[in-house]
């Protein structure tokens, strides 16, 4: 049914193989495209009689006669055809022409329809009306075809609004006659139009009120674009229910001893948590749980609790870590927690490697090893469970759709926990995760010092440096995080070590020195001489943004922080506060910070709260950006931008009605059998999400 509609562009009239990349660029490379590019602006193309009616600089479309051609006198002169109205004198311009159109087109003495933008210029002494490339030329009566309000769209290099608009309309003239996929009696209460006329009326605006998101043709199709997504991702998940799970019920025997052990007990809502990822767990099917948490909110312990229950079912279970520092703190807390129950807890990550690596394989395979804790390596062939019940992925979007499913295929189905300390904002939530139950950490343990933060400029480095000096004496510790010089390590690198040498010329032999380039030795013997204290100053790249924990730093300065994400930043600030003493956090910007860059800034000055920077920053910078990368799979909807933040509120309330109805249809029709589920494969199929739901499906 849609076959037409899933062309290549340049199915469409005007557009060749020249002109195909520019159309690709802006609007998509299908026919369909074309329709999800709405127009932005609207203009008006007045009737006139006589010119005199005409306002400069507007369009007019008005009857002429043809009077005279004036060929270009010298190169880069413009070819000019004089008509008249029988008033007044229009010239219409040319710039490098092909002629012989022109003299066919208007011919000398003939009435012509002509339209374009007007303006009066002087001439010889004289002020005449211009209409420089006009858009139309015609016969008298092509005349009320070139009058009324037209749509105006967003170009770019290589293409014009004429073209433009052509291309559109014909791509309209493919749309078949769709049957209706909502819901007859949530439109009627909404006054949405069926979908043809949605898209005919949005690409025919007549006021400035019909270009607003909130007009029903628009509000329909973005609720048609959202529902597709939210349905496709559903079905996804229908697919993996199905798939079988264990039942991980654990006995509490471990559980026990550890919990009282521990110094302290769960915050609620840490116990919250468990009792859903339990529930989870104990159903025979796949657990796909997301669990979020501000920095320092005690996500590990979660983990670590849950890792439990599947070892106590007899499993075993993986913790993935997105660095090594991060793997290596893994692994001195866990296996320090878990030692009361004679648990066996092991670290796989690219360092371990030779015998080492042989005898850590060989005891997973034996199902000796019950946590087994590392990096990427994990992925690795070679490396072969006995019986894996659970994967817990530590910062999960630090890792590829890919790598998440190559772990969960080294098990049968193991029940995945994904943890992000990365908030996410409660539309981008249901936007990405759509598909995935969540649990969030509100609170943080008790006993928590607020840090203060200032924002300063880099001007005052050097009064900084000698507040560090008191600091010192005074035994506090300070990361020093370098700044993101370009998307390169290489420069990065330069930057922190300049900064390294200058501050180790003033603190003798107090300064280490941390990058991504190091060899993971040098890392962690960096890691260690700060964490106790043979150093005072940790120089880093943002390598210890994830993870790294030292109750004794109070510290943190962040030069050129303005170009840092918010979230970034916020992940770094966590990494000081952690201790009974008060943290200071500088944050310190170059010259010319823009507006928004001191907007910025000046959020992260003012709360500690994750989730408000995490949605201030959606507001400011936009969607991708809070995920630090667009990779992690953030869908970016052709007909609403949900990060324009005088309409989060609106999209996101679209948005998780869109969520309930895909629920509900997936729930009643998992295969969209019924009458309605087939009209619904349209709707997928028209957003590209059917594609989507297999490869999820197969995957
Ligand atoms: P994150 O959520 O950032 O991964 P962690 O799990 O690393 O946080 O926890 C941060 C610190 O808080 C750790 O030192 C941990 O031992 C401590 N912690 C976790 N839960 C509690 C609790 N309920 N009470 C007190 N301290 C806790
Ligand atoms: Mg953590």
């Not at 012989?100 to 002087?122: C, E, N, Y």
């Not at 309309?169 to 493919?174: F, K, M």
């Not at 609620?268 to 657990?287: F, G, N, T, W």
């Not at 590392?374 to 759709?401: K, N, S, W, Y």
């Amino acid at each position: 049914m849609l076959r037409t509609l899933l062309q290549d562009i340049t199915a469409l009239k005007g557009v060749g193989a020249k002109r195909r990349p520019f159309y690709a660029k802006l609007m998509g490379s299908q026919v369909v495209d074309a329709l999800w590019h709405l127009p932005t602006q609207i203009e008006k193309r007045q009737a006139v009689t006589s010119m005199n009616e005409a306002k400069p600089g507007q369009l007019a479309t008005i009857v002429v006669e043809i009077v005279s051609h004036h060929p270009s006198e010298r190169s880069r002169r413009p070819y000019r055809i004089v008509c008249t109205d029988g008033q007044n004198m229009i010239h219409l311009v040319f710039f490098n022409p092909y002629v012989p159109f022109l003299k066919r087109i208007a011919i000398i003495g003939a009435q012509r329809t002509i339209s374009g933008k007007v303006d009066r210029t002087k001439s010889h002494g004289h002020e005449i009306w211009e209409m420089v490339h006009p858009h139309h030329i015609g016969m008298p009566e092509d005349y009320s075809k070139w009058v009324g309000i037209e749509p105006i769209y967003g170009l770019t290099a290589g293409v014009t609004q004429k073209m433009v608009q052509e291309v559109i309309q014909d791509a309209l003239s493919y749309v078949p006659d769709l049957p209706e996929w909502l819901d007859e009696k949530m439109m009627a209460e909404r006054t949405w139009p069926s979908f043809n006329e949605a898209l005919k009326q949005a690409h025919s605006p007549k006021s400035l009120t019909d270009l607003h998101p909130t007009s029903s043709p628009k509000l329909r199709l973005s609720y048609d674009e959202m529902l597709a997504h939210q349905l496709s991702l559903r079905l996804s998940r229908v697919a993996q229910r199905k798939q079988p799970g264990q039942c991980l019920k654990g006995t509490g025997e471990f559980r026990n001893k550890i919990l009282e052990a521990l110094p302290f007990s769960l915050t609620s809502c840490q116990q919250k948590a468990l009792v859903d990822i339990k529930a989870d767990m104990e159903q025979p099917h796949q657990m796909l749980r997301l669990l979020q948490g501000d920095v320092g909110s005690g996500k590990t312990l979660v983990a670590l609790f849950s890792m439990i229950q599947a070892i106590e079912s007899g499993y075993q279970t993986a913790l993935l870590a997105p660095t090594e520092i991060l793997a290596r703190q893994h692994l001195k807390s866990i296996s320090a927690q878990t030692e009361i129950a004679g648990i066996t807890c092991a670290i796989l990550t690219g360092r371990e490697q030779g015998k080492t690596r042989k005898k850590i394989l060989e005891n997973l395979a034996a199902g000796e090893i019950q946590i087994l804790i590392g990096t990427h390596a994990i992925f690795q062939d070679p490396v072969v469970f006995h019986r894996l019940g659970l994967v817990v992925i530590d910062e999960q979007h630090r890792f590829g759709v890919e790598q998440r499913l190559a772990l969960s295929q080294k098990g049968d189905n193991p029940d995945i926990l994904s943890m992000t300390a990365t908030p996410i904002p409660r539309t981008l939530m249901l936007a990405n995760y759509g598909e995935m139950d969540s649990s969030i950490l509100t609170q943080k343990p008790p006993g928590r010092q607020p840090i203060v933060t200032k924002v300063l400029s880099l001007t005052r480095l050097p009064e900084v440096v000698s507040g560090l000096a008191r600091a010192i004496e005074t035994k506090n510790r300070i990361y020093w995080v370098c700044p993101l010089v370009e998307e390169s390590e290489a420069s990065d690198l330069a930057a922190a070590t300049e900064r390294f040498e200058y501050l180790s010329k003033l603190f003798t032999n107090r300064v280490a020195l941390i990058h991504g380039k190091m060899k993971g030795a040098e890392k962690d013997s960096a890691m260690a001489q700060f964490s106790e204290g043979s150093v005072d100053i940790l120089v880093a790249t943002t390598v210890i943004e994830v993870g790294v924990d030292v109750p004794e730093a109070t510290i943190m300065v962040i030069e050129h922080a303005e170009r840092f994400g918010l979230s970034q930043l916020h992940q770094l600030r966590g990494r000081i506060g952690r201790g009974n003493k008060d943290s200071t956090c500088l944050l310190m910007y170059g010259q010319d910070l823009s507006a928004t860059s001191r907007k910025r800034l000046e959020i992260m000055r003012q709360s500690e709260d994750g989730f408000l920077i995490a949605e201030e920053d959606l507001k400011l910078r936009g969607g991708g950006e809070v995920l630090g990368i667009h990779q992690s799979g953030l869908p970016r909807f052709h007909l609403s931008d949900l990060a324009e933040s005088d309409f989060t509120d609106l999209y996101g309330s679209l948005l998780s009605m869109a969520n309930k109805e895909a629920k509900a249809i997936c729930k009643e029709d998992p295969n969209l059998l019924s009458e309605r589920g087939q009209k619904l494969k349209i709707l997928l199929e028209l957003f590209g999400q059917k594609r989507n739901a297999e490869y999820k499906r197969s995957g």
